[in-house]
Nanobody
Framework: VQLQASGGGWVQPGGSLRLSCAASGFALDDFGIGWFRQAPGKEREGVSFINVGRKFYADSVKGRFTISRDNTKNTYLQMNSLKVEDTAVYYC?????????????????WGQGTQVTVSS
């Protein structure tokens, strides 16, 4: 299983970014895909997860972030109304779980991170 995250960058507060995660090496229906993030000096935090059409979000991003998935094993995280506190390295993750776990140990596969910086 390989996960390739992209789409990070710099944006001003209130702006938007769209992250993409390209997955390969597994059957589409076998894994849910999600996003974690890690800000400097902080632990990794679960952000969002999608599996079997069900979508989950951390309270800190509800109403601002939207996760979606297409039929070509690509998963997206649309991030709107970005805040300075959203600044972090964002990781694409895969799990055979059907629920959203905030424990990093519940995710079998991790992609490389993509940096998101929100500042003025």
């Amino acid at each position: 299983v390989q996960l390739q995250a992209s789409g990070g960058g710099w944006v001003q507060p209130g702006g938007s970014l769209r992250l993409s995660c390209a997955a390969s090496g597994f059957a589409l229906d076998d894994f849910g895909i999600g996003w974690f993030r890690q800000a400097p000096g902080k632990e990794r935090e679960g952000v969002s997860f999608i599996n079997v059409g069900r979508k989950f979000y951390a309270d800190s991003v509800k109403g601002r972030f939207t996760i979606s998935r297409d039929n070509t094993k690509n998963t997206y995280l649309q991030m709107n109304s970005l805040k300075v506190e959203d600044t972090a390295v964002y990781y694409c993750v895969a799990s055979q779980n059907y629920y959203f776990s905030t424990s990093t140990g519940d995710y079998e596969y991790w992609g490389q991170g993509t940096q998101v910086t929100v500042s003025s």
